[in-house]
């Protein structure tokens, strides 16, 4: 039997407890291994508002230095924001320091290629072997990189997203929208992209604050209650939340009723398809079947790949795709960037009810055929995880899927997903079907399964 490859990446990048799992000099000597890999160039470096995040974005731009490398430090910005000034302003590449919707504790490194993607699979596999090699370049005084400030990267990012949508449009319908920003670091950007399109905005949760003292670094329909409450107290058109770094967006209609990331992406899929009609779409084995009928209706092609918006990023840029989507609320729309952005998505959103000169309840319900999903996750040992697998496959008598995990189809519309996350000690299940107590019976009887193999 051969030894798996040390990994050091996840799903999305490194995410590790700094003072905890792993202590600065980690952090130094894995950005230096991330110099040594872009090997040239000025490298524009960003956070988000995490506590550790300071101190481990000093380390982080040391590593980057000693390397060689040059870099410019955005300080505290969404992701996409990052990823679209690496691309935008002409950066050698981007390391962005966020654990995106994990736990308060947890920090990471999200590193990002010339075009502002995360860099692929194979790439991060290089930097790794670097790592595990110590064959890091160490500059000497006088090769030792160049370090500057670098202020105007909120401020590309408002304007590259502006740019692709019908602002005058948006304007003229004058939403109100309530964005629970959760703490994070698109409390710096997404307020204003919306206020720039004419919309009356009502903040929550509207101060950087890496404990996340309001909902969480993650919206879920669990954790967007206050919004719901919000927007139906305000009258307003619609709601919105973001993840801890501004990836993900979350949406409520104007009844405050939470939209899965399944069904506005399929919502904003529709609008986009209008425009792009015989396009593709990305998405991964998580989501939704209603995908399928959505692209059906603009004759649009739909892939499936491996959980985890690497895989669908890199996929719309090799098969040329319009837009993709993650059922958590990730959308990444290509003719902006190919990378989740919750700033782009609800620009896009606000277009899209523009357009259609309805509520989005009525959108909704005229476009996206309703399934219903259910999920749970399952803390499993890792070294348990091979039997948990083979406990579930023997559970299967349909069709079994292995892009990612199994997605077992148990009916022509009902189908459960069992994968081990990439990030965490925990096996996710998903489940879809027609109706909720379907689903939600298929992820319960899914879940026995995993604990008693876990057992
Ligand atoms: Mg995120």
């Known amino acids: 039997m051969t030894a798996l490859p040390q990994r050091l990446f996840g799903t999305n990048g490194v995410r590790f407890v700094p003072g905890v799992s792993h202590d600065l000099d980690f952090a130094i000597s894995l950005a230096e291994a991330v110099g040594t890999y872009f090997g040239s160039g000025e490298v524009l470096l960003g956070r988000d508002g995490r506590l550790s995040g300071p101190a481990l974005?000093?380390?982080?731009?040391?590593?980057?230095?000693?390397?060689?490398?040059d870099v410019a430090e955005a300080g505290l910005v969404p992701t996409p924001a990052l990823q679209y000034a690496v691309k935008a302003l002409g950066f050698r590449g981007g390391v962005m320091v966020t654990a995106s919707h994990n736990p308060p504790q947890y920090n990471g490194l999200k590193v990002s290629g010339?075009?502002?993607?995360?860099?692929?699979?194979?790439?991060?596999?290089?930097?790794e072997k670097i790592y595990f090699d110590k064959s890091q370049t160490k500059a000497d005084w006088k090769s030792v990189g160049v370090a500057r400030q670098e202020g105007s990267v909120v401020r590309a990012y408002q304007r590259g997203i502006l740019s692709?949508?019908?602002?005058?449009?948006?304007?003229?319908?004058?939403?109100t929208i309530v964005m629970d920003l959760g703490n994070g670091a698109q409390t710096v950007a997404a307020p204003y992209i919306a206020e720039s399109l004419g919309c009356k905005v009502i903040t929550l949760n509207s101060t950087v604050d890496g404990s996340f003292p309001g909902r969480g670094p993650e919206p879920t329909p669990d954790t967007m209650k206050d919004l719901s409450a919000a927007v139906k107290a305000s009258g307003a058109d619609l709601g919105v939340a973001y993840d801890g770094d501004g990836d993900r967006?979350?949406?409520?209609?104007?009844?405050?009723?939470?939209?899965w990331g399944d069904q506005s992406g399929c919502l904003i899929a529709d609008f986009v398809l209008d425009r792009h009609p015989g396009g593709t779409l990305v998405t991964s084995v998580a989501s939704s079947q209603a995908v399928e009928a959505v692209a059906k209706k603009h004759g649009a092609r739909v892939l499936r790949t491996k959980v985890g918006a690497v895989e669908i990023a890199r996929t719309i840029i090799e098969r040329n795709a319009v837009f993709g989507f993650e059922e958590n609320g990730?959308?990444?729309?290509?003719?902006?960037?190919?990378?989740?952005?919750?700033?782009?998505?609800?620009?896009?959103?606000?277009?899209?009810?523009?357009?259609?000169?309805?509520?989005?309840?009525?959108?909704?319900?005229?476009?996206?055929?309703?399934y219903f999903q259910a999920?749970?996750?399952?803390?499993?040992?890792?070294?348990?995880?091979?039997?948990?697998?083979?406990?579930?496959?023997?559970?299967?008598?349909?069709?079994?899927?292995?892009v990612?995990?199994?997605?077992?189809?148990?009916?022509?519309?009902?189908?459960?997903?069992?994968?081990?996350?990439?990030?965490?000690?925990?096996?996710?299940?998903?489940?879809?079907?027609?109706?909720?107590?379907d689903a939600e019976q298929l992820v319960n009887r899914f879940a026995k399964v995993v604990k008693s193999a876990a057992a």
């Open 114 to 127: 010339p075009d502002g993607v995360e860099i692929p699979r194979l790439d991060e596999q290089r930097i």
């Open 330 to 370: 990730g959308c990444l729309y290509q003719p902006h960037i190919a990378v989740r952005d919750g700033g782009m998505t609800t620009a896009l959103m606000l277009e899209c009810l523009a357009r259609k000169g309805m509520a989005m309840s009525k959108v909704l319900s005229f476009v996206v055929p309703k």
């Open 249 to 259: 967006s979350m949406f409520c209609d104007e009844e405050g009723r939470v939209l």
């Open 404 to 437: 990612d995990g199994l997605k077992l189809w148990t009916g022509a519309h009902s189908w459960a997903l069992v994968r081990p996350s990439g990030t965490e000690p925990i096996v996710r299940i998903f489940a879809e079907s027609d109706t909720q107590e």
């Open 57 to 69: 974005a000093n380390a982080v731009a040391s590593g980057l230095l000693s390397s060689g490398r």
């Open 164 to 175: 692709k949508v019908d602002a005058k449009a948006i304007a003229a319908r004058k939403f």
């Open 375 to 402: 999920k749970t996750k399952v803390e499993v040992n890792p070294k348990k995880v091979d039997a948990v697998m083979k406990a579930v496959e023997k559970q299967t008598k349909g069709d079994v899927e292995r």
